[in-house]
């Protein structure tokens, strides 16, 4: 059984930095699709950012280039998010979804395109 497990998020304060992880069992991330999606009150489930099988490519959402950096540990099996510079706008619920059986250069940016994703965990920044 394939599981995803976040963690990491905080109430933080507008500027501050955090580090999100998301720590799979049960399948090795190595040859998934691994991405962080997020969801704010009253909006939809929205991409953040990803890394492609074997990490060839990896995308972030214009609001967050520059600022958040996605990453894995394949020996732990294991992706993070790296935020720095938060906002109140980055407010939200926070999702990590894999993706299996994807080609190597393919990120999926739809939330139907993933198999499994993990229970979210909530980000707050306070201005």
């Known amino acids: 059984q394939v599981q995803l497990v976040e963690s990491g998020g905080r109430l933080v304060q507008a500027g501050d930095s955090l580090r999100l992880s998301c720590v799979v069992s049960?399948?090795?991330?190595?040859?998934?699709?691994m991405s962080w999606f997020r969801q704010a009150p009253g909006k939809e489930r929205e991409f953040v950012a990803a890394?492609?099988?074997?990490?060839?490519?990896?995308q972030h959402a214009d609001f967050v280039k520059g600022r958040f950096t996605v990453s894995r540990d394949n020996v732990k099996n294991t992706m993070y998010l790296q935020m720095y510079s938060l906002n109140p706008d980055d407010t939200a619920v926070y999702y990590c979804?894999?993706?299996?059986?994807?080609?190597?250069?393919?990120?999926?940016?739809?939330?139907?395109?993933?198999?499994?994703w993990g229970q979210g965990t909530q980000v707050t920044v306070s201005s």
């Open positions: 890394n492609s099988r074997n990490e060839i490519y990896a």
């Open positions: 049960g399948y090795t991330i190595e040859t998934a699709v």
């Open positions: 979804a894999a993706r299996t059986g994807a080609s190597a250069s393919y990120i999926p940016l739809k939330t139907s395109e993933y198999n499994y």
